[in-house]
């Protein structure tokens, strides 16, 4: 896994196995969390159009939908892979910001 681009306090992009992941930053009353779903071809169509804009966009409508919310009517629920994903995406930041560019 590797950071292909990200907005400071919002979200970081991941490139994995050939797939994108959005890993959002997100907050709900008084605690946050990250929610991290791969790109569908709708949304890789739109981020390769579109480019940043998309993403913050992205970013913008799945916190704003509180996904992880109980009775949450989000699109983007049960679309999170950050239990699957999180370790990996961990390392990837830590290589990242020490300016390391390997898998």
């Avoid at 939908?65 to 990837?92: C, E, N």
Wanted: aromatic letters at 14%; one cysteine or more; proline letters at 1%.
């Amino acid at each position: 896994m590797k950071v292909i681009d990200f907005e400071a306090w919002a979200w970081f992009l991941f490139e994995h196995e050939g797939r994108l992941y959005l890993d959002v930053h997100c907050n709900m009353s008084f605690f946050s969390y990250t929610y991290m779903i791969e790109l569908n071809d709708d949304e890789l169509a739109q981020c390769k159009t579109i480019g940043r804009e998309y993403l913050g966009k992205l970013a913008h409508d799945i916190h704003y939908s509180v996904p992880i919310a109980k009775d949450t009517l989000s699109d983007y629920k049960g679309r999170d892979v950050s239990r699957q994903l999180s370790g990996l995406a961990t390392q990837a930041v830590k290589r990242w910001r020490s300016g390391g560019s390997e898998q």
